[in-house]
């Protein structure tokens, strides 16, 4: 049996406001979660995670298997061009999960990057407004949302580092982020595809990897199924509720020469409607 490991919940509230002192005990506290596990929570983020969930459940419920393969990327409708903007679809006796990916609003056919055919650079696609009125509305709101709140928590990473919080500032604009936003589920199936076993004998909803993101900001519904590894061993991640999991991915690490290291984690199989 798995050990469910200690994941620090951080009150990240200082980051948006103007005091030093208090940023520098957040930031202290991020060092240590980031040079532990790899892991923190991230609570006071200001972000509704109620609405969040509702309107993703919405979606995924709603959306029909036509609906899915139109919007679906190049790898399961080679019509479309997009690698990484739209849906990727779960596969019968293959793969259950599914997810919507979206990237920055900007990214239209005039954007000079997507104009010029810059590598996942790519305009979103989106769903029938009439059949999924305010969807999108929402979706680009969130990503902004999303947008200020990772600004902030780069103040913290920042002066974890031991750099002014500014640090990352330059490298993180609106205009051309290449942040995404992955809308996931796992649907509950009477018919699941194979299951994959993990050497320890754990079954597995998806493989052990590492991210390949600056930061990682995940909201997941409280269906514990999250592993990290420690010094060879799987541990549980507890969830949340109401705070966002933060972890670190291989370009921070890259960029930190490994001093703040992307941690390898797991999904555990579990036959449960989640996101």
Known sequence: MSKLIDIPTIDISSLFGE????????AAEIHDACKGSGFFYAANHGVDVVELQNVTNEFHRSMTNKEKLKLAIKAYN??????????????????????????????????????????LHEPNVWPSEDKHP?????????????????????????????????????????SDTLSSMRL????????????????????LGFGDHLDVSLITVLFQTPVPNLQVEIDNEWYDVPTSDSDFLINCGTYMSYITNNYFHSPNHRVKHVNAERL
Not at 163 to 171: C, L
Not at 184 to 189: G, H, Q, S, T
């Open 19 to 26: 005091d030093m002192d208090a940023k520098a005990i957040t």
């Open 78 to 119: 080679k019509e479309n061009q997009n690698v990484d903007s739209g849906y990727y679809m779960a596969i019968e006796g293959k793969k259950a999960v599914e997810s919507y990916t979206y990237t920055n609003p900007f990214f239209s056919l005039d954007h000079p990057m997507v104009r010029v055919g810059t590598p």
């Open 134 to 174: 305010g969807f999108r509305s929402f979706c680009e709101r969130y990503f902004w949302n999303l947008f200020d709140l990772s600004s902030q928590l780069l103040k913290g990473f920042s002066l974890a580092l031991g750099k002014d919080e500014s640090f990352f500032d330059s490298y993180f604009h609106k």
């Open 184 to 203: 996931i589920r796992y649907p509950l199936l009477k018919n699941y595809p194979p299951v994959r076993v993990a050497p320890d004998g754990t079954k």
